[in-house]
């Protein structure tokens, strides 16, 4: 069987990144929540090839990307060079990643499907974010597909992504809506923002 990063590698290795499931030409929710935090400082996480980062560095942000895939990385690096900072890391095991005002993830806390690794990742997450920062936390929600790229999901509501940060985060915002993939499906999501106490 592969392991997390060949998964993912061969996912991304001689893709046509607008054609992968995940795929978002805009990015008006992620931009919506992530625009309305303060700090310009950003973390994203799970990043892929995304073009979220383009429309972030043009608006002024001090970007760092984090993902398993070392080809996803080459990808993104191959765009923006040496305009933003890369980390490659699996979120499932503790990492140490620096301070942010942002954290920002879409679509890759729902392939953690062991307790163990979601703990990793909330202690990731409150590594590098401190009191008055923010995680900002796209998944699928619990009302949609729940595989994707061939892997087995686990899908949140508001309520259980607020239980999974637990008592040091406060839910301030949340957006429900659909994603459509490139092939027409739908993908409906639940987009979150936390304030760290
Ligand atoms: C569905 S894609 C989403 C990519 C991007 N956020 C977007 O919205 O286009 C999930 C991403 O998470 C990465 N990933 C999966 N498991 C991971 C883990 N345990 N740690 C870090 N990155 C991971 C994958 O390599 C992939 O790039």
Known sequence: ?????????????????????????EHAVSMDLISSCDGKKIID??????????????????????DVSSEALRILSKRHGTNMQYIQGDLANELK????????????????????????????????IESGGYAVIETF??????????LDLH??????????????WVLVDSIRHTHINPFGGE???????FKRN
């Not at 069987?1 to 030409?25: F, I, P």
């Not at 879409?106 to 409150?126: D, G």
């Not at 929600?141 to 061939?150: A, P, Y």
């Open 1 to 25: 069987m592969l392991n997390n990063a060949q998964h993912w590698n061969d996912a991304y290795n001689d893709a046509d990144t607008t054609q992968l499931g995940w795929y978002q030409k």
């Open 45 to 66: 996480v799970g990043a892929g090839a995304t073009t979220l980062v383009d429309t972030l560095l043009s608006n002024d942000y001090d970007v760092t990307v984090l």
């Open 97 to 128: 990643l620096g301070v942010f005002d942002i954290w920002h993830d879409r679509a890759v806390l729902h392939f953690l499907l062991k307790e163990s690794e979601r703990k990793s990742y909330v202690a990731n997450l409150e590594s590098c």
């Open 141 to 150: 929600s619990t009302d949609g597909e729940q595989m994707c790229c061939g």
């Open 155 to 168: 899908t949140y509501d508001e309520q259980m992504l607020t239980d999974l940060l637990g008592d040091n």
């Open 187 to 193: 993908r409906p999501y639940v987009s979150t923002i």
